[in-house]
């Protein structure tokens, strides 16, 4: 089955509301990381984290790695209309498999 | 972007019919993925390569096989396609192992059986 999980799978926020999604691996992770998917488009690349209680900031986002590497979340300040699209999680689960979450799609309400 | 290009983009076939899919890059990287995506199940990796002619299998491989004869080619098959194929495939590349390597997308191929 899945191996790496994230809730919730959709997310409906107003314009300047905040939003989260949390990504939970059954196994430790040595790094996790963040891509966004827009509608139509490919995934790409946001950020790796690769340290025990890691925490990275790109301007409204912020992530971060769980003590144990085995959990980690995205949190977007403020959204706005461009932060639309689906946002993934991937890690390598086993070897040079790299497992990706099942995703949380996110709308902005103008 | 990274020099990836996946043909064909879009195919409509039927049950039963071999289809193969190409994932060709300009970047010289060693590693290559080949991912399916389906709603709610997000991105589940097929096959996977680590060099010409070093590949293995992913999560959800059963009903394809894959090559890799050139570094810069990795091929997508579907023996003899069903229904439950239906969805788009992603090839991605990557520099480094899964350790230190970020991934970057193709456009995507879009199969639909019949």
């Known amino acids: 089955g899945q191996q790496v999980m994230q809730i919730p799978q959709y997310q409906h926020v107003q314009e300047g509301e905040d939003f989260t999604t949390y990504c939970n691996s059954s196994t430790t992770l040595s790094n996790i990381q963040w891509y966004k998917q827009r509608p139509g488009g490919h995934p790409v690349f946001l950020i790796q984290?690769?340290?025990?209680?890691e925490v990275k900031k790109q301007k409204r986002l912020t992530f971060q790695f769980g003590e144990a590497k085995k959990n980690s979340s995205l949190h977007i300040t403020a959204t706005q209309t461009t932060d639309v699209g689906t946002y993934f999680c991937?890690?390598?689960?086993?070897?040079?498999?790299?497992?990706f979450g099942t995703g949380t799609s996110l709308t902005v309400i103008p | 972007d990274a020099g990836i290009t996946q043909s064909p983009r879009h195919k409509v076939t039927e049950t039963g019919t071999p289809v193969t899919l190409r994932c060709h890059q300009t970047?010289?990287?060693?590693?290559m993925y080949w991912y399916r995506q389906d709603p709610g199940h997000g991105l589940r990796l097929i096959h996977y390569?680590?060099?010409?002619?070093?590949?293995d299998k992913g999560e959800v491989s059963d009903g394809y096989s894959v090559s890799r004869s050139k570094t810069e080619d990795f091929l997508l098959t579907l023996e003899s396609a069903t229904s439950s194929q239906t969805s788009v495939y992603f090839c991605?590349?990557?520099?480094?192992?899964?350790?230190?390597?970020?991934?970057?997308f193709g456009e995507g191929s879009r199969l639909t059986v019949l």
């Open positions: 390569s680590y060099g010409v002619k070093d590949t």
């Open positions: 991937a890690g390598p689960v086993t070897g040079n498999q790299f497992y």
């Open positions: 970047e010289n990287h060693r590693y």
């Open positions: 984290l690769v340290k025990s209680g």
């Open positions: 991605a590349i990557s520099e480094s192992a899964t350790n230190t390597g970020e991934l970057f």
